[in-house]
């Protein structure tokens, strides 16, 4: 949301557009701090008792910071925010890997289409209610939907408090290890693959305005386009899951395939279009159906400590995104092929780390 507002902010609170940057610093650090802590919490307490609490000071933080007089004053609320998101997308995800084998994949898959339509929908939110309003609307209008959905789980709340349980009920309490076998190969690839891929998306549309001079517009609905693509491989990963019998390999397989179409988009300069954007939409669909697949696996490697789990690869994905954002930023001036080396070296890194164990591990889709 905050991408095409950032001036319009500097603007209110009198500092550069640059600086306004440090809003996404703000909320993403904390977040990955918190995340991990809130994810173990809800192993032991309920995933209810951490999301709704969590999303009731999103919600206050979120209003706080439409209400803001200062950019320091800003910069504390979108710390507040960021902390109490880290209970929030990762529980969510960990509810759903609750729902065990049957159900977890169609459940995180849905889990994240929501946050795929998050992502399509934010940047024209933001921009339009800042354009007929203020930024101040966007963000208030974020922070009213929070308290919203926080009372719509107050009920669930209170209903798992008197049968004196919580989502995941076939666990007492948090007990052995939480790097299990497979554990740290997946949290890897999620900051490798994952977020190296996405790093590598943040400039697709300077590389096509480069090569093809398109026009902001254009370049907007290309980025809604692959949006809309990306949202259909969430909803097929469940069909994929049961061809490929395992999140593990079916990551594997997206990871080459969108390794490729990076190798297209960011290589051939002599290319038209048309082979560049049919790279495009398998680098979406097959991301789509991916990135589900490999939460799916992350939630069925350990019953006992899957909150913990993932909120870990949440907060490694985010990391990993921030990491390989920065690094192809700075190789793209040098030559847009760096763009497409450090893709293939970060993706290499991931698909070696979710190779299968040499003492004959198995996938743990039935663990759950």
Known sequence: MLGPILTPIGADLSVPPER?????????????????????ISDRYGRLAVLVPATLVFGLASLATSLVPSFDIGIATRILTGAASGGMLGIAMAMAGDLGERGAAKAIAFVTSGLTLGIILSPGIGAVSTEFWSWRFAFGAIGGL???????????????????SQPNMDIAE???????????????????????????????????????????????????????????????????????????????????????????????????????????????????????????????????RRGALMALAGSA???????????????????PPWVAAVGAGLIAIAIVALRPSHNGETEVASSG
Do not use: K
């Not at 985010?318 to 930023?329: F, R």
């Open 146 to 164: 929070a308290l919203i959905v926080m009372l719509l789980g107050l009920p669930s709340l209170r209903a798992a408090r008197r049968a004196n």
């Open 317 to 335: 994905m985010n990391l990993g995104v921030a990491g390989a954002s920065a690094l192809v930023a700075a190789v793209y001036p040098a030559s």
């Open 174 to 304: 948090p007990a052995g290890p939480l790097f299990v076998p497979g554990a740290l190969g997946s949290l890897i690839a999620m900051a490798a693959g994952l977020g190296g891929a996405i790093g590598c998306f943040a400039l697709v549309g300077e590389r096509l305005r480069s090569l093809y001079d398109w026009d902001t517009a254009t370049v907007g609905m290309i980025y809604a386009a692959f949006g809309i693509l990306t949202l259909a491989g969430n909803f097929a990963m469940p069909i994929a899951l049961a061809r490929i019998g395992s999140g593990r390999a079916l990551m594997r397989v997206a990871l080459l395939f969108v390794m490729a179409a990076i190798a297209v988009t960011y290589v051939f300069d002599a290319l038209g279009p048309i082979p560049i954007l049919l790279a495009l939409a398998i680098w979406a669909v097959l991301g789509g159906i991916g990135a589900p697949g490999l939460q799916t696996h992350i939630a069925q490697l350990s019953p006992c």
């Open 20 to 40: 306004i940057a440090l809003f996404i610093t703000a909320y993403s650090l904390p977040l990955a701090f918190m995340a991990p802590i809130l994810g173990g």
